[in-house]
């Protein structure tokens, strides 16, 4: 209520113009009483100034009353306008008080203007300092929710480089043994090559004498090839000796013959020569025979000679062939022995290195034990931190909840939001199917809530939807689905006690086991009375990882 | 060189046959001919012999024995026998041919010479009036008996 | 010519052989680019060398076995050392000796004058 007049400067103005007016009179009473007095005048200012008077003060008495009455009234009207600027002004605390900040502005309607907004400026303030409450405290879950995380992943990781560490570990210790063993087989293959080593200088020498030897069977072979040229040289010589013996046989045989002739035209005479001369002619057939005969033998002597050197032309190149392997033998019995060599060369060389690596392996084993017991400090370490980071997300979800508990015009305001569905309830209140299919319909614009319920007043009906994605295979329990024992729940007494939106504390649900709490909201009537009850039940995990 | 029944009888009874029976043995070309011994005169080797321009094939050419020409004939192709194996020593056989008062040596170039035979005038079936005067058995094998007559001045 | 005589000879060398011409027989003996030309009393015969004449060769006669299987004509058979020697006859010289040159070689000799440097010189 707000007026135009200003009442201060009215009441100020009557009462000192009252005294103005006496004081006046007053002075101008004794002047003239004065003067009268003075010159013995007449009477009649006396009973002027008396009625003056009278008069005055009649006027002074009216205005007064006047000016009384009206700053009476105005009395009257400002201590209701005060006591109800009070009431307004105390229903508005109620709802701040409460925590309601969008109520007590609409409370705050009814006060004066600077009043007004002096308390809507507050009530913003406490909004706003409210809202960065909640954000803070959403990034405070978030961050926590991180830590958490990340302790949780440290933590694993840790494990799995405490087991990684155990598995390099092993690792190592087997790739000793490992190391070990080839150790030994190099070892092993030393020896072996020492032997075969050995084995290569006996079968290089043995090699050695066979090359010898062959090269000796070639020589004889040459000696035999020579002397089979030799001989085939002789045969030569022979066959001359033969031609010529031949030759000489003939040439005897015509000798023959032309004595033969001669003494036969020596007639008688010629007898006894022609006698000669036929024997000489049978010695020369015989001469010629017997080297036909010797030419046979010499034939097959050459023959066998030429056989002789063609099978030592042969010998001698199968000697040659064997020679070439025997010596291609020998240089591949070297490089064996030079293999052999470089190769237990290369085995001490291994043993060297694997003793060597197994020096190596037992230092990083130690070094990785040393590890794994950091790694296990880390872990253990973690462990603390995951369970700070555990009461971080506490705090984080206390401090939420702190901030949930005031009523802001915010998205993120539980309250508001369980206020919009119990106007939504009220307004299909009286049919339950339509109440659930509406909360059906929250729930899915909604994934942090897992149960949703609203009762009447005297806790008898019930519409109950429930959120699959976050029950997930758990049924309704029995209980909850009938109503039993609700009305004695925290919630539903508070709601009905308070007649405003609650937040209860953090509890275990009956549905899926997790931490949840609930945001309870009246559902008015028309005329502002309670006629049911709406339950939002809210996923602890699932409402902090928004 | 094969042994002739005469060879044999020779050395048996130790006599000579009758000059006329025997004959020089020699081989023309694949056939065994025999030259009358009292025809022959020498038996040579290596007889030079210089080839005429434009001669017949029987005739070598001709060479010198006992500082006298002598005309050479091939008797291979004289008598038209095949031809035999090379010969390994070809011989000369220097004869008097014509009639028998002539004096003309001729070389009669054989393959070779084998040995003096002794053949009966009974034993010869006769052949005909050319060189060939007929054919005789020695050994078994056939023996063309020769006659050097035919050979000599065209007339 | 009947039986060995005595004659003065001529010697020839043509074709690889030894020839004679009885010196009676010859006029003159002339030299070409291709040999020499002797010129006999009828005709003339090419020889590649003139050796010279022999005196008192002997020479035989060369009508029995040689003049049945060879077609020439011949005036006698000599030896000279042991090499044979055709000695021709010079009315009918073997066909070896025909002039292969033509009518340059026709040209006769004026005189004996104009024999080879060889001549009379045993070979």
């Known amino acids: 209520m707000q007026t135009t007049t200003n009442p201060r400067s009215d009441r100020f103005n009557a009462p000192y113009l009252g005294l103005a007016v006496t004081v006046v009179l007053a002075l101008a009473g004794l002047l003239l009483l004065t003067t009268s007095a003075a010159s013995g005048g007449p009477d009649w200012p006396f009973g002027l100034y008396l009625l003056v008077s009278i008069g005055a003060v009649l006027v002074y008495i009216f205005v007064t009353f006047r000016d009384h009455r009206t700053r009476q009234v105005e009395l009257e009207q400002a201590a209701a306008s005060r006591q109800q600027l009070e009431q307004g002004l105390v229903t508005a605390l109620e709802e701040l008080r409460a925590g309601d900040l969008v109520t007590c502005v609409e409370k705050a309607d009814g006060l004066p203007r600077g009043l007004q907004d002096a308390f809507v400026s507050a009530a913003d303030a406490i909004n706003t300092l409210a809202q960065q409450i909640q954000n803070s405290s959403i990034d405070v879950a978030s961050a926590a929710n991180s830590v958490n995380q990340i302790a949780s992943e440290l933590a694993s990781g840790s494990s799995e ?182 190769t237990a060369r290369v085995a001490k060389e291994i043993s060297l290195a694997t003793q060597q690596q197994n020096a190596a392996s037992d230092q990083v084993v130690l070094t990785l034990k040393e590890v794994s017991q950091v790694v296990q400090r880390m872990a253990d370490s973690l462990k603390d931190f995951s369970g700070t980071a555990d009461q971080l997300n506490d705090l984080g979800l206390a401090i939420q909840l702190v901030a949930q508990s005031f009523h802001l015009d915010s998205p993120h305001s539980l309250k508001r939001l369980a206020s919009s569905w119990a106007q939504e309830v009220r307004k299909r209140f009286g049919s339950w199917e339509a109440i659930e299919g509406m909360l059906g319909e929250m729930l899915q614009d909604n994934g942090f809530v897992e149960l949703t319920y609203v009762m009447d007043a005297g806790g008898g009906q019930l519409a109950i939807t429930v959120n699959e994605d976050v029950a997930g295979t758990h049924d309704v329990p029995q209980p909850v689905r009938s109503g039993e024992g609700l009305t004695e729940r925290p919630w539903f007494r508070g709601v009905m006690r308070e007649g405003r939106t609650i937040i209860t504390p953090v509890y275990e649900s009956l549905l899926s086991g997790e931490q949840c709490f609930t945001v309870a909201a009246p559902v008015k009537g028309e005329g502002d009375e309670i006629i049911g009850v709406l339950g939002v039940d809210v996923n602890v995990d699932s409402w902090t990882k928004i | 060189m094969p042994v002739s029944p005469a060879d044999t009888a020779a050395g048996q009874s130790g006599g000579v046959a009758p000059a006329d029976d025997r004959y020089l043995l020699v081989q023309a070309g694949d056939e065994k001919c025999a030259l009358p011994l009292d025809r022959v005169r020498r038996i040579v080797r290596s007889l030079s012999v210089t080839p005429l321009p434009g001669a017949s094939a029987e005739l070598k050419g001709l060479a010198e024995f006992g500082g006298e020409p002598l005309t050479v004939l091939d008797f291979s192709r004289l008598l038209g026998a095949a031809p035999g194996a090379s010969p390994a020593y070809p011989v000369t056989v220097i004869a008097w041919a014509g009639p028998d008062e002539s004096h003309e040596l001729v070389g009669l170039q054989v393959d070779a010479v084998l040995e003096v035979v002794s053949v009966p005038a009974d034993n010869i079936a006769a052949g005909g009036d050319g060189i060939v005067r007929g054919d005789v058995s020695l050994g078994g094998e056939p023996v063309r008996v020769i006659s050097l007559s035919v050979l000599g001045s065209v007339g | 010519m009947n039986g060995v005589s005595g004659e003065r000879v001529l010697l020839l060398r043509h074709q690889g052989r030894l020839w004679g011409v009885l010196h009676d027989a010859v006029r003159t003996v002339t030299r070409g680019h291709d040999g020499f030309r002797v010129w006999l009393r009828e005709g003339d015969i090419t020889a590649d060398h003139v050796l010279g004449v022999i005196e008192d060769l002997r020479v035989w006669p060369a009508d029995g076995v040689l003049a049945r299987f060879w077609g020439e004509k011949v005036g006698g058979l000599a030896i000279l050392g042991t090499t044979p020697v055709v000695v021709v006859d010079p009315s009918s010289p073997p066909a070896i000796f025909r002039s292969v040159s033509g009518p340059e070689s026709s040209a006769e000799p004026a005189s004996d004058s104009d024999l080879g440097p060889d001549m009379g010189k045993t070979p």
């Open chain 1, 161 to 342: 480089q405490a087991a990684s560490v155990v598995e390099i570990t092993a690792a190592m210790e087997e790739l000793a043994r490992t190391a070990a063993q080839i150790a030994d087989n190099a070892s092993t293959q030393a020896d072996l090559t020492a032997q075969a080593e050995a084995s290569g200088s006996v079968g290089s020498d043995a090699v050695d004498e066979a090359v010898e030897g062959v090269e000796e069977v070639k020589k004889r072979i040459s000696g035999i090839a020579t002397r089979a040229d030799t001989l085939g040289t002789r045969s030569k010589e022979i066959y001359r000796v033969l031609d010529l013996i031949t030759d000489i046989a003939q040439e005897t045989h015509i000798l023959s013959l032309n004595a033969a002739i001669e003494a036969a035209a020596a007639g008688d005479h010629g007898r006894r020569f022609s006698v000669v001369a036929e024997e000489v002619r049978r010695l020369a057939q015989r001469s010629q025979e017997s080297v036909d005969s010797v030419r046979n033998l010499l034939d097959e002597f050459t023959s066998s000679i030429r056989a002789t050197v063609v099978a030592t032309e042969e010998g001698s190149k199968e000697a040659a062939r064997v020679l070439e392997r025997a010596r291609a033998a020998a240089a591949a019995i070297d490089e064996l022995k030079s293999a052999s060599s470089d």
